[in-house]
């Protein structure tokens, strides 16, 4: 049984069904581990949802922040703007409701010990473990799937706090998990978020470092997938594998296989 890691679909369909053939990928056998953001900004975001859920077993995915704005988007917490076009048509299907509720019973978190790899959208926060990872990825599952989810989503918009505390509460907390979860790249020395930058880590201001960049992370000593990160694109390291390449912006969609000593890299070329 293989185990790939891909990176971020947003929307890419093709390029995804492309790969798939690429790996020969065989559901009852092997299973894809997708990074999140499987929807937005792509041709086809209906067709990848769809297509994911219906993997059923085969595939995990980890709720991104472009999945969590479906979710949002489809809830009435926020209005609908054209920025977020490419979502109208999934929005008005026919089946919206139940793609939208397997969406938000997705996890932000994903951790199997045999590989000893944890997988999430944008990363973890220097001072969580994985084991606290998984527990306060769990605090916002429970919350996404509570009866009060659209006030959730709403609520989860924001920059603020930009510091982890466990005396944070309510929406505050969960908002600064979705962050670190979803959105998060660069951090300061005091590992405080800087949810502002996106662009190559080489260019940011002096005083901010990639999230994991800092000085002695809890969660060193495991492996990290995640993606997000299109101007960071491909690193395979022991600990650390970052894959989103771009598709959507033409460049290529990435799958790493996890369950060999040495990680395989395959790609497709992305979106045209």
């Known amino acids: 049984m293989a185990v790939y890691a891909i990176g971020d679909l947003q929307g890419c369909y093709d390029p995804f069904r492309r790969l798939l053939d690429e790996l020969a990928f065989e559901p009852s056998k092997d299973t894809l581990w997708l990074v999140g953001d499987i929807v937005n900004r792509g041709p086809k975001s209906l067709k990848a949802l769809r297509f994911v859920r219906d993997l059923g077993d085969s595939a995990v995915t980890v709720l991104g922040n472009h999945d969590l704005h479906l ?13 977020f076009g490419t979502l109208e048509k999934l929005l008005n299907a026919s089946d919206a409701d139940e793609l939208c509720d397997w969406l938000r019973h997705r996890p932000l978190a994903h951790y199997d010990k045999k590989l ?24 916002v599952e429970a919350a996404l799937q509570s009866k009060d ?7 989860m918009y924001g920059n603020t ?9 309510g929406y505050k907390r969960l908002r600064f998990i979705i962050n670190c979860l979803t959105r998060m790249r660069m951090v300061t020395a005091d590992d405080h978020l800087d949810l502002n930058f996106s662009g190559s880590p ?5 005083g901010l470092r990639p999230w994991f960049d800092a000085d002695d992370p809890k969660w060193f000593g495991s492996r990290v997938a995640f993606g997000h990160w299109s101007a960071l694109g491909l690193i395979v ?17 990435t799958a790493v296989r996890l369950d ?13």
Do not use: M
């Open 161 to 169: 706090p930009n510091a982890w505390s466990n005396k944070l509460s």
């Open 71 to 83: 979710l949002a988007l489809h809830a009435g917490a926020v209005r609908f703007g054209r920025r």
């Open 116 to 139: 000893d790899t944890l997988l999430v959208h944008a990363g973890t926060h220097p001072r969580w473990s994985i084991k606290r990872t998984l527990a306060h990825a769990q605090e």
């Open 237 to 253: 390291l022991p600990d650390l594998i970052s894959l989103d390449t771009g598709c959507v912006w033409g460049r290529q969609l």
């Open 260 to 272: 060999k000593r040495l990680p395989r890299v395959i790609q497709v070329k992305g979106q045209r």
């Open 202 to 206: 080489w260019r940011a201001r002096k």
């Open 149 to 155: 989810y659209p006030n959730v989503l709403g609520k």
